[in-house]
């Protein structure tokens, strides 16, 4: 049984960081692929950032240069490096494990960026 658990959100001013933690049990974490997504209130949830089981990485246009996807395979823990935050990164924050078909989804964390 897999289980995920993210972490590391709060209340920061722009122009701060934050390090979002995702703690995913289970042995299929070092072969399955990990995407970072957030969801403000009343808008769609959009993908932020994702790393394949090889480290391959891919990020959102809005965050690139600011935002950095990383792994520790030992420790079953996927991060989110948050750097020069904005008010528009403002949102629930969810970590999101993809193996073939089976997709298991974090409870998410809440990240609040004030200007």
């Known amino acids: 049984q897999v289980q995920i658990v993210e972490s590391g959100g709060g209340l920061v001013q722009a122009g701060g960081s934050l390090r979002l933690s995702c703690v995913a049990s289970?042995?299929?974490?070092?072969?399955?692929?990990f995407g970072w997504y957030r969801q403000a209130p009343g808008k769609q949830r959009e993908m932020v950032s994702a790393?394949?089981?090889?480290?391959?990485?891919n990020y959102a246009d809005s965050v690139k240069g600011r935002f950095t996807i990383s792994k520790d395979n030992a420790k079953n823990t996927v991060y989110l490096q948050m750097n020069s935050l904005k008010p528009e990164d403002t949102g629930v924050y969810y970590c999101?494990?993809?193996?073939?078909?089976?997709?298991?989804w974090g409870q998410g964390t809440q990240v609040t960026v004030s200007s």
């Open positions: 790393i394949s089981g090889g480290g391959n990485t």
């Open positions: 289970g042995s299929t974490f070092s072969i399955g692929a």
């Open positions: 999101k494990l993809v193996l073939g078909t089976y997709a298991l």
